[in-house]
T-cell receptor
Framework: AQSVTQPDIHITVSEGASLELRCNYS??????LFWYVQSPGQGLQLLLK??????LVQGIKGFEAEFKRSQSSFNLRKPSVHWSDAAEYFC??????????????FGTGTQLKVEL | GAVVSQHPSRVICKSGTSVKIECRSLDFQATTMFWYRQFPKQSLMLMAT?????????EQGVEKDKFLINHASLTLSTLTVTSAHPEDSSFYIC????????????FGQGTRLTVV
């Protein structure tokens, strides 16, 4: 069975500082990996995804993530955090469905707080 | 891009009543949709997979008679919380995988259910 671990429940960074959110996964085959962001009371917005190819993935809002198979990790990074980045971040691993699409398993999330 | 619309965004109901939540794919067809539940400050837990034209598949521990799922068409899935209790209060989110050339899921905005 697939699983995702986000070791950090809360992270606080200063605006302008760099950010790295950790994500480790367990999956029997080549994983489909995602990072989503959720603002309070809102749905989820996809930041980026990895399916294959280049292990460094660029996403929206200046985020990037690097897939490291040897470490079973897919950490999210941003070189300079903005106050508007404060939100909950979820890492997810997907199991492909017959005919396309993914059934997602989410990590427990990391709450990001940005200090001005 | 593909959009998933969820309605209502917020609902308050009395204990013992039933509440219906709709999930629509607006510009694509979805033979499969997923329903998630999210408790405060926790991750999304998959409740069930909604399948167009057939019965939903429920995750272990989810009461199928309490959470009725109907996937009436290729663009609409509904979740009905029957005989609601205060412990059913939660944030419910649907998602739909984009099948045509897609390998990701799009999420609805979520429904905040409060049972009083």
């Amino acid at each position: 069975a697939q699983s995702v671990t986000q070791p950090d429940i809360h992270i606080t960074v200063s605006e302008g500082a760099s950010l790295e959110l950790r994500c480790n996964y367990s999956y029997g085959a080549t994983p489909y990996l995602f990072w989503y962001v959720q603002s309070p009371g809102q749905g989820l917005q996809l930041l980026l995804k990895y399916f294959s190819g280049d292990t460094l993935v660029q996403g929206i809002k200046g985020f990037e993530a690097e897939f490291k198979r040897s470490q079973s990790s897919f950490n999210l990074r941003k070189p300079s955090v903005h106050w508007s980045d404060a939100a909950e971040y979820f890492c997810a691993v997907g199991a492909m469905l017959t005919g396309g699409g993914n059934k997602l398993t989410f990590g427990t999330g990391t709450q990001l707080k940005v200090e001005l | 891009g593909a959009v998933v619309s969820q309605h209502p965004s917020r609902v308050i109901c009395k204990s013992g009543t039933s509440v219906k939540i709709e999930c629509r794919s607006l510009d694509f067809q979805a033979t499969t949709m997923f329903w998630y539940r999210q408790f405060p400050k926790q991750s999304l837990m998959l409740m069930a997979t909604s399948n167009e034209g057939s019965k939903a598949t429920y995750e272990q521990g989810v009461e199928k008679d309490k959470f009725l799922i109907n996937h009436a068409s290729l663009t609409l899935s509904t979740l009905t919380v029957t005989s609601a209790h205060p412990e059913d209060s939660s944030f419910y989110i649907c998602s739909a995988p984009v099948l045509v050339g897609g390998t990701e899921a799009f999420f609805g905005q979520g429904t905040r259910l409060t049972v009083v």
